[in-house]
């Protein structure tokens, strides 16, 4: 079964940092894409990062470009998202999701993706 599970989120201030985890099970991923998403309360869910299996090739939505860093370990079947400076606007919880080999050019739709986790709140409040 298929399965990635987040953690790393947490409360943190604003301008704080904080390291999410995507870890695979069931499966590697050395030929998957995944992506990070993320769903604010009443809003709908949206791409944050996305990391090919190709290259590593990576994609950033506009809001954290410079700000968030994703990155794979594929050793430890693991993909990480580096979040600095952070705002208060990157309140939600985030989710990663698998897709196979290459992020593409529609990698910020939820559609393409699968393999859903359970997500991880990440909260940025003084």
């Known amino acids: 079964q298929l399965q990635l599970v987040e953690s790393g989120g947490g409360l943190v201030q604003p301008g704080g940092s904080l390291r999410l985890s995507c870890e695979a099970s069931g499966f590697t991923l050395d030929y998957y894409a995944i992506g990070w998403f993320r769903q604010a309360p009443g809003k709908e869910r949206e791409g944050v990062s996305c990391?090919?299996?190709?290259?590593?090739?990576?994609n950033y939505a506009d809001s954290v470009k410079g700000r968030f860093a994703i990155s794979r370990d594929n050793a430890k079947n693991t993909v990480y998202l580096q979040m600095n400076n952070l705002k208060p606007e990157d309140t939600a919880v985030y989710y990663c999701?698998?897709?196979?080999?290459?992020?593409?050019?529609?990698?910020?739709?939820?559609?393409?993706?699968?393999?859903w986790g359970q997500g991880t709140q990440v909260t940025v409040s003084s």
């Open positions: 999701g698998a897709k196979f080999r290459i992020c593409g050019s529609n990698w910020s739709g939820r559609s393409a993706f699968g393999s």
């Open positions: 990391i090919s299996s190709v290259s590593d090739t990576t």
